[in-house]
């Protein structure tokens, strides 16, 4: 009778340590989900939908108003194969449907924090060398301003990612984007026209 006592308090003994490892290997392995969905963000997102979901070029990812649709299923459509008439790029050459269905969950489990504001734009940029002074140009017509270029003291061209450019004079945008521009590709959140140089001539 002892012999079989013995054996039944080591098996309660043994499954309960079993339990123990097993729910300990459920949290690392939660744990370790939530940072390689955080760093998926951080690789395909943020540059877009801000560092932390607040928005930069594009929408705020932490909101009430999905105008696509706020369903996991929908959010896991849209990350996969893009959202058509808009920047939004599909990822479905980048990243697998696991890495996708981990997103979606880093996003579901995001949308009860509080949204922090865009951050104030500063009046000045201390870098290692000079102090940059910020000055507001243009507030209208622009939708992602990327570049600056200026042809001399009164006049600059100002790009515009959606594959535009615009005179700016004496500080007052035109409104009328330059026509005759080459095309570009403006299908993703990556392309348009980004960076320009005025040529030496």
């Known amino acids: 009778m002892l012999k079989y006592l013995l054996l039944i308090l080591l098996a309660i003994s043994c499954g309960q340590q079993k339990d123990q490892n097993a729910s300990q290997s459920d949290s690392i392995d939660v744990d370790s989900s939530q940072v390689e969905a955080a760093q998926l963000y951080a690789n395909n997102c943020a540059g877009c939908h801000g560092s932390n979901l607040n928005g930069n070029s594009a929408t705020a990812l932490v909101k009430d108003d999905w105008m696509y649709g706020k369903t996991k299923s929908l959010m896991f459509r849209n990350i996969k194969f893009g959202i058509n008439q808009t920047e939004m790029a599909g990822f479905a050459n980048l990243l697998s449907d696991d ?10 489990g995001k949308q009860d924090e509080p949204l922090d504001g865009k951050p104030e734009i500063p009046e000045f940029i201390q870098t290692e060398y000079y102090r940059i002074g910020i000055e507001q140009l243009a507030v209208e017509t622009l939708k992602v301003p990327w570049s600056i270029e200026f042809v001399d003291h009164r006049t600059a061209l100002i790009s515009d990612r959606n ?3 615009n005179w700016m004079v004496d500080g007052q945008l035109d409104t009328d984007p330059i026509v005759g521009t080459p095309p570009t590709h403006t299908g993703s959140s990556t392309g ?8 030496p001539n």
Do not use: N
């Not at 348009?192 to 040529?199: K, N």
């Open 99 to 108: 890495q996708i269905g981990s997103l979606v969950a880093f996003l579901w």
């Open 163 to 165: 594959g535009q450019l």
């Open 192 to 199: 348009g026209y980004m960076d320009i140089a005025l040529d």
